[in-house]
């Protein structure tokens, strides 16, 4: 019994929380550009796409030790599931009181204990561990794709915040021009104190905003830093600035769009993989309702007579527990089922609701132009050279241009989100490799 019970323990040391080894993480640490490596990504020191940060992420970021501690745990019920029943012994020893004559008194037995398995317990067992290994795989590669996609959502955002600030300049700009103009005729008496005060009121508006939209640049690009896993210092010193794109697939056909969503989403396969975990889980119910056959051959010492002995014996007869197992797997099996349908369902629905929110930013984007302000400054300018105007009217005209040209800024970038908004929905990754995480 000691030598059969006989194991190693292991004790690994426990996890130690460090400060030191989050402010010391780095973009070019060697196992990353090794990981970066092997998926035919290069990252250059200045020039770090979304893509490039992607993958450094899910090197970084402790999700992945963390799903592939999960998917050895999956793999290792797979060897436990092959295993038969274990091989035991007993042993029987008898005295008689009155014995006589010169036999012994003594009776001694020595047999094994054999569990013949029936209704294919064992390969029901297997079945359940191979779903179990494909779903974790399923799982591992779900949990990827979400560390890869919130690098992509955040350095979009990063992007259009950049974007949205840098637009809000050339309309400064404007405004600070017609400032001065307005200041000039304010002197030689062409306009009052209010119009003046309602110019300067526009002034400070924009500043406000303009230290808004700084704060959510910032804000941005720290939510970046945190998606990859890196302190911001370091994304400052690797990744200065990145120019992202999102597609709202215009002449993709909303069936092929379908197709392509259920076929990429990793939800759905994740979902699949339990579904398939539940489905085993019936066929092992169903299996151990057949008991099993326990044999004992030994040899049994009988008062100096030695003997050769078999036992037979069905330690477990079908019972109402079986059947009530066999019940509750199968109604596992239909929620796992039903889980797949809304699963499907859900990811159509959200594509639909892409499909509507890009085919009405892109209406939008068609609708908008500044061809209107454009003309009138052209009017207003060969107004002033004719001498009918003077240079502030000049200059308002072209702070509705500058006003003009940012409100097609802004529907530009809402178009921007609706594309990425479509990609999550398609499970798809704009411009990269077809799922290079598989590997």
């Not at 890869?148 to 637009?167: G, I, M, S, T």
């Not at 132009?369 to 060969?382: D, K, W």
């Amino acid at each position: 019994m000691v030598i059969a019970a006989c194991g190693t323990y292991h004790a690994p040391p426990p996890p130690v929380p460090s400060a030191g080894e989050w402010n010391a993480r780095r973009l070019d640490d060697l196992p990353v550009l090794a990981s970066l490596d092997s998926l035919g990504v290069r990252g250059s020191p200045r020039d770090w796409s979304d893509w490039a940060l992607a993958q450094a992420a899910w090197a970084l970021r402790p999700e992945r030790a963390r799903v592939a501690a999960e998917v050895r745990v999956a793999a290792a019920a797979g060897v436990a599931a092959g295993a038969g029943p274990p091989l035991g012994v007993g042993t029987e020893a008898e005295y008689s009181f009155d014995g006589a004559g010169r036999e012994s008194r003594w009776a001694v037995a020595f047999r094994a204990i054999l569990t013949l398995e029936t209704g294919g317990k064992r390969g029901a067992r297997r079945a359940v561990a191979a779903a179990g290994s494909l779903a974790a795989l399923a799982r591992a590669a779900m949990e990827g794709w979400q560390v890869r996609w919130r690098v992509r959502e955040a350095a979009l955002q990063e992007h259009l915040a950049e974007r949205r600030r840098d637009a809000l300049w050339p309309e400064r700009q404007a405004l600070d021009s017609v400032l001065e103009g307005a200041g000039r005729r304010y002197g030689d008496g062409g306009i009052g104190s209010l119009t003046l005060s309602q110019w300067q009121l526009q002034l400070v508006d924009l500043r406000r905003e303009e230290a808004v939209l700084q704060v959510a640049v910032t804000e941005a690009h720290a939510a970046l830093a945190d998606a990859v896993g890196v302190p911001v210092a370091e994304l400052d010193r690797v990744a200065p600035g990145r120019e992202v794109r999102s597609g709202c697939h215009p002449g993709e056909r909303r069936d092929s769009l379908q197709a392509v969503a259920l076929e990429h989403r990793l939800e759905l396969r994740s979902a699949l993989a339990e579904y398939a975990v539940r489905e085993a889980e019936v066929r092992l119910a169903v299996a151990e309702r057949w008991p099993d056959l326990e044999l004992g051959p030994g040899l049994f010492f009988d008062h100096g007579v030695a003997k050769w002995i078999i036992s037979f014996a069905v330690p477990g007869l079908p019972s109402a527990r079986e059947r009530g197992a066999v019940l509750q797997a199968e109604a596992r099996r239909a929620v796992a089922g039903q889980t797949v349908l809304q699963v499907q369902e859900s990811s159509l629905a959200q594509l639909d609701r892409a499909l509507a929110s890009c085919s009405a930013w892109r209406q939008a984007v068609d609708g908008q132009e500044a061809g209107a302000e454009r003309s009138r400054l052209a009017m207003v300018g060969a107004q002033y050279r004719r001498g009918e105007i003077g240079r502030l009217e000049v200059q308002q005209s072209g702070l509705e241009v500058a006003r003009a040209e940012r409100r097609m800024s802004e529907v530009a970038a809402r178009l921007e989100e609706a594309g990425l908004v479509l990609e999550a929905a398609l499970g798809v990754w704009g411009g990269a490799p077809e799922e290079p995480w598989d590997r």
